[in-house]
């Protein structure tokens, strides 16, 4: 990538669509395990009642949202980027961000796979795991730990 990425707090509700946006986008490119109308449930419940219950922040690139991270306490809840600026650090840079904020914690799909290496390779490692997603779907979350950091 030649721009760099920029973070910031999402400007509210008003910029949910994109938010919307970038989170199918996202999803479309990694969960191929998701069943259709799951997907489109999950995505009717991110703006009304998902994006309020978290800290959101926003990647930017060249001015333009490209990723995005919500927070609640020590937990990272959701971290999505764009299909098309997947692997250039707009991740990491989220990740980085949420770190430095206290975050110590991450459930994710282990069918994912993709994302459980992502946050392996970050120093998480998996201290539990449970059949169903917080909604009950058959969707198995490892539930991830930031692994101690011996000085």
């Known amino acids: 990538m030649t721009s760099p990425v920029s973070?910031?707090?999402c400007h509210g509700p008003d910029e949910y669509p994109h938010?919307?946006?970038?989170?199918?986008?996202?999803?479309d490119a990694t969960h191929d395990f998701l069943a259709e109308p799951d997907r489109d449930e999950i995505e009717r419940q991110l703006a009304p009642s998902y994006f309020p219950q978290v800290e959101l922040t926003v990647a930017d690139v060249d001015g333009s949202p490209v990723g995005f991270s919500g927070t609640a306490g020590s937990g990272l809840e959701m971290?999505?980027?764009?299909?098309?600026?997947r692997g250039s650090g707009v991740g990491t840079a989220l990740l980085e961000h949420a770190l430095?904020?206290?975050v110590t914690t991450v459930d994710v799909n282990e069918q994912n796979d993709q994302a459980?290496?992502?946050y392996l390779r970050r120093g998480f490692e998996v201290t539990g795991r449970s059949e169903h997603d917080e909604a009950g779907r058959p969707y198995p979350l490892l539930h991830m730990t930031l692994r101690a950091t011996v000085s």
Not at 79 to 85: E, R, S
């Open 100 to 102: 430095d904020a206290g």
């Open 7 to 9: 973070l910031r707090a």
């Open 79 to 85: 971290l999505f980027v764009h299909a098309d600026t």
């Open 116 to 118: 459980v290496q992502f």
């Open 19 to 27: 938010l919307v946006a970038i989170w199918r986008s996202a999803v």
